[in-house]
């Protein structure tokens, strides 16, 4: 079975803070990606990786970089963490480009104080 | 507005019952996607359905797609309490940005 790891499912951070969400995927997939998920919201994509050190912008960026310097890892970069990034974030990874089936991982609900 | 949006946003049955959920969407897709996110975890993927087809099974999901309506609908046979979740369809958007959109989701709850 395809595994997506997420490195921790819950933080609570302070703003002004530099943040690192760290996503593995176990399955060779060449695409990952970066939702955040909030009530009423739904899911919006924030990056997504199509190879290593690609990457695309994807509805709400700002305030976020993404790293991918191997294919198996796709880090979210929150560089000076605010309230207003309080939200589950939601890591995935394709094997069939940006429209195929995603696998997730099981989601970092993160707290900025 | 969203390019996905189901309907209706909750939905309560007994268990064993039927549960119907409905997504709209606005412009021309390749394939629909549903998903189901248990409280609290990631999404997981249930079914893929294809513009050229019209139903698609698996296991006791059902899904059909009215491309002429731009609808999709995820039955859900014999409802169990497991079955408990929120389900989101996903299309992908293929002018301008290119992704996979997100409805809202439905929240499906099965009582004993």
Same mark, same amino acid.
């Given at each position: 079975d395809v595994k997506v790891t997420q490195s921790s499912r819950y933080l609570v951070k302070r703003t002004g803070e530099k943040v690192f969400l760290e996503c593995v995927q176990d399955?060779?997939?060449?695409n990952m990606f970066w939702y955040r998920q909030d009530p009423g919201l739904g899911l919006r994509l924030i990056y997504f990786s199509y190879d290593v050190k690609m990457k695309e912008k994807g509805d709400i960026p700002e305030g976020y970089s993404v790293s991918r310097e191997k294919k198996e890892r796709f880090s979210l970069i929150l560089e000076s963490a605010s309230t207003n990034q309080t939200s589950m974030y939601l890591c995935a990874s394709s094997?069939?480009?940006?429209w195929g089936e995603l696998f997730f991982g099981e989601g970092s609900r993160l707290t900025v104080l | 507005s969203q390019q996905g949006e189901e309907d209706p946003q909750a939905l309560s049955i007994q268990e064993g019952e039927n549960a119907t959920m409905n997504c709209s969407y606005k412009t021309s897709i390749n394939n629909l996607q549903w998903y189901r996110q248990n409280s609290g975890r990631g999404l997981v993927h249930l079914i893929l359905i294809r513009s050229n087809e019209r139903e698609k099974h698996s296991g006791r999901l059902r899904v059909t797609l009215d491309t002429s309506k731009k609808s999709s609908s995820l039955l859900i046979t %014999?409802?169990? %309490? %497991?079955?408990t979740a929120s389900y989101f369809c996903a299309t992908d958007v293929?002018?301008? %940005?290119q992704k996979l959109v997100f409805g809202q989701g439905t929240r499906l709850t099965i009582n004993p």
């Open positions: 399955m060779d997939h060449e094997p069939d480009g940006r | %014999a409802s169990r %309490a %497991a079955d293929l002018q301008g %940005a």
